[in-house]
């Protein structure tokens, strides 16, 4: 087998994590020598860290238009529908083409990521080759994800219609998403929360393979710290920004800091929401977009710590990249976040409740001296195991592996 691969990539991805990790796994796999040829339809969102300049070569197909519903929201978000002409049948298509036009060429291996409509793609379908799938989520539909979504949006005059209308598209596409993962010989998770989660869902196995950050980009600049914490993410309710503000609220006034969020995507209603509810608890709030990777590490350095609280998240890639700034973290223990952050080793975990998440924020506002342990001990994991090398190596393996299975 020749150490350097010749890899065909696809993948469907809207803007966000997951685009951010597959940005790092191209860019490992192409300066450690592999041959990397990019497969996507024009849905893939390549305007957000584009993959263009850093692979051999990059192929995208058409996918048809059609009139009739369907819904545009990727199934990484957790919002109510927006609807735009792209056909999901269309979408089978041009998946289909794309896996054949693989199937032609000369191959070493392929590596999957998901379809930002239906999650599992249909691409897995039609491939031939050996294939890795990377799930880095299967279709979230736990209860609190529902519930706190619907209790904090305003209610519309057909709220009723509209969210039977919602499920229905949503079992529909759920449906296709266990049909298509059916088809995935090698399924690689990004923690080993996400691979219980692939169990649950799929009844199906899958290996870890964690993800990594660009420690070239997010890195220490010895800036002068600010009074303010910072949390990063998509603007919505399951990434649990109110329960930030509100134990922000149970900081004493006198030390309390500003509140920045960096939210490039999100719901504006939610937006407003958090606004008037900081305002009245007292909380100075920023919501910034907009924000480019320089100012995001700027960001990280000047801030006194990271706060992190969503639902659940699958992994989680913000507190990795505070702690490779040298910024502490305070982070709800739930999800994958348990796997990057070591309580009172490089961060602090509370439970969800919010006098616990205060209590932590305010023992790291008044002890500078735990703040740089922190900090030294994030620094030295991050470089020593979260580093993008490292993340390569391990998919690497992954990609080798799946090619020796097909001679079991």
Known sequence: MSEKL????????????????????????????????????????????????????????????????????????????????????????????????INQGDYDV????????????????????????????????????????EDKRKKRLLEP????????????????????????????????YSHESVLRSYGLNSYVSYLGVDVDLFK?????????VLSVGTCIPPKGYDFIINSLARVPADVRPKLMIVSNMGDEQWKDYLREMATGLGVELEILRGIDDEKLVSLYNRAKMVLYAPYLEPFGLVPLEAMAC????????????????????????????????????????????????????ALEMVQRDWSLDSAGERLVNHLKRSMERINE
């Open 6 to 101: 010749k890899i065909a990539i696809f993948h469907n991805l809207p803007s966000g994590g997951a685009k951010r990790a597959l940005h790092g796994f191209v860019k490992y796999l192409s300066n450690t020598g592999h041959l990397v040829d990019l497969y996507v339809p024009e849905t893939a969102n390549e305007e957000f860290l584009p993959l263009k300049d850093m692979v051999n070569d990059m192929h995208v197909y058409p996918v048809g238009k059609s009139w009739f519903r369907s819904r545009v929201y990727s199934t990484f978000s957790y919002v109510p529908a927006i609807f735009k002409p792209i056909s999901i049948s269309k979408v089978d298509d041009t998946e289909k083409a794309i896996a054949q036009d």
């Open 161 to 192: 219609l509209i969210k039977r209308y919602i499920n229905h598209v949503i079992n529909k596409e759920m449906n296709l998403d266990l049909k298509n993962v059916q088809h995935a010989d090698y399924i690689i998770a990004n923690s080993y």
């Open 110 to 149: 392929v590596f999957s990521e998901q379809d930002q409509f239906v999650m599992a793609p249909y691409f897995l379908k039609y491939i031939e080759k050996p294939t890795v799938y990377y799930c880095q989520q299967p279709p979230r539909r736990e209860k609190i994800l529902e519930k706190i979504s």
């Open 220 to 228: 220490p600049q010895n800036q002068q710290r600010e009074d303010f």
């Open 326 to 377: 040298g910024t502490p973290v305070v982070a709800v223990k739930e999800g994958g976040v348990r796997e990057t952050v070591i309580h009172n080793e490089n961060g602090f975990l509370t439970q969800r409740d919010e006098t616990l998440f205060a209590d932590a924020v305010v023992k790291l506002l008044s002890d500078e001296e735990m703040g740089t342990r922190l900090s030294e001990n």
